[in-house]
């Protein structure tokens, strides 16, 4: 894909990895599949950097502007999900 994730500069080098992670899980859950865990584990890591409900509506809505996937949905889906479950074919 040719976007630019939705990243702010007074992120650490780590920091922007863990969001860049979580946002390429999301992606695999439209184009292919996620495992849950793994779609979960990068959600727990991108909490970890934002923590506000507000900023993460925020990067959500910037990220589907740009790539057209919704990120709610997925972590909705992966939330109702069981572990060894897959996440695909998300509906937009």
Same mark, same amino acid.
């Given at each position: 894909?040719?976007?630019?994730?939705?990243?702010?500069?007074?992120?650490?080098?780590?920091?922007? &990895?863990?969001?860049?992670?979580?946002?390429?899980?999301?992606? /695999?859950?439209?184009?292919?599949?996620?495992?849950?865990? +793994?779609?979960?584990?990068?959600?727990?890591?991108?909490?970890? $950097? $934002?923590?506000?409900?507000?900023?993460?509506?925020?990067?959500?809505?910037?990220?589907?502007?740009?790539?057209?996937?919704?990120?709610?949905?997925?972590? /909705?889906?992966? /939330?109702?999900?069981?572990? !060894?479950?897959? &996440? +695909? !074919? $998300? +509906?937009?």
């Amino acid at each position: 894909m040719e976007y630019n994730y939705p990243l702010r500069y007074d992120w650490s080098t780590d920091e922007m &990895i863990q969001v860049v992670s979580f946002f390429e899980a999301v992606e /695999k859950a439209y184009e292919s599949s996620v495992e849950r865990n +793994q779609l979960m584990d990068a959600y727990r890591n991108f909490k970890k $950097v $934002v923590p506000s409900m507000a900023e993460e509506k925020t990067l959500f809505k910037e990220f589907e502007q740009v790539s057209g996937y919704g990120s709610y949905p997925v972590v /909705k889906a992966a /939330k109702a999900g069981k572990d !060894g479950d897959r &996440i +695909q !074919g $998300v +509906q937009r």
